[in-house]
């Protein structure tokens, strides 16, 4: 275990993977507070940058800034990537591709039952491009009604899988039939201890179980999975795909997916 490096994690992965590539290209970290967003983005075109990662608070605000959007981004109503087609800015999510990509690695998204805990900005995305990428079946598990009913309403009447909501009310039991289930709240994050509000008793054996949280990357949630015999998914293999997706958008070059993996842990320094 080392030292965390400081910065951003996606820049890290970037110019170690550019650098990787012989690509003599760079990645900036820039602040810019929502009223200077629109010249922000005046200044992207007149700069002539590739394109760019966009984060919260900007993920939403940018979309009427842009030229046009990919359908998985319409679909989320957010922008978390954008690329420079000629002079075209087009509005992309790689947040969820990242997910489903990490989860090919251990299983196919095709027809599985997925339990979603969550219904913020990554269960969204993670939500959307699991039906995109023909899930049969995805429960929102979420605390509150206000975002969880949107979300399940979202997958249901546009994305067309089979959708409905629980709101979470003391310890949720998974279903038997699930395939997958997914920690996409903010439970975890900077704490190994904290605990997602399921029935631990109801993991087993078969079934995968996902944590987007990345730092730190082995949750609570992971390690009661082990202990119970299930296949897991951490969320480094989300941040890492989601760099190697927007990496390919950007530069049409296969990024090395191992040297960003590394990359990101010796930024995070584990
Ligand atoms: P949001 O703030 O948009 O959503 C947070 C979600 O967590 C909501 O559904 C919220 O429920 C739920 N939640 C938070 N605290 C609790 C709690 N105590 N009990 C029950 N539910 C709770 O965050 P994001 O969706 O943007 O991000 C979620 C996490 O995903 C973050 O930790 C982020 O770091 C991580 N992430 C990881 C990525 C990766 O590549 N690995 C990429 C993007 C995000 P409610 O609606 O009721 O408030």
């Not at 507070?33 to 590739?50: H, S, V």
């Not at 003391?170 to 279903?175: E, H």
């Not at 990357?217 to 009661?224: E, F, I, V, Y």
Request: charged residues 25%.
């Amino acid at each position: 275990m080392g030292q965390p490096v400081a910065g951003n994690p996606t820049q890290y992965m970037m110019e170690k993977a550019f650098a990787k590539a012989g690509l003599d290209w760079r990645y900036l970290t820039l602040e810019v507070a929502p009223e200077g967003l629109e010249d922000a983005i005046r200044g992207m075109r007149a700069m002539g940058f590739k394109g760019g990662n966009f984060t919260i608070p900007h993920k939403v605000a940018v979309i009427p800034l842009l030229d046009e959007l990919s359908e998985a981004a319409r679909l989320m109503g957010a922008v978390n990537c954008v690329n420079r087609v000629d002079d075209r800015l087009i509005g992309e999510n790689t947040d969820g591709k990242g997910f489903v990509e990490s989860l090919r690695g251990v299983a196919e998204p095709e027809g599985k039952k997925v339990v979603l805990l969550g219904a913020g900005g990554a269960a969204r995305a993670i939500g959307v491009e699991l039906g995109l990428s023909g899930a049969a079946d995805i429960t929102v598990v979420n605390r509150s009604a206000e975002r969880g009913e949107p979300l399940a309403r979202l997958l249901s009447d546009e994305v067309k899988v089979a959708s409905r909501l629980v709101v979470l009310e003391g310890d949720y039991a998974i279903p038997e039939d699930t395939d997958v289930l997914i920690n996409a709240t903010s439970i975890g994050l900077g704490d190994a201890a904290a605990r997602v509000p399921i029935d631990v008793n109801s993991l087993r054996e078969g079934l995968v179980v996902a944590d987007v949280i990345f730092n730190p990357p082995q949750t609570r949630l992971l390690r009661d999975a082990q202990e119970h015999g299930c296949t897991t998914l951490d969320g480094l293999g989300m941040l890492v795909n989601q760099a190697v997706i927007g990496f390919k958008i950007w530069t049409n070059v296969d990024a090395d997916a191992g040297v960003m993996r590394e990359a990101l842990e010796e930024f995070l320094g584990i």
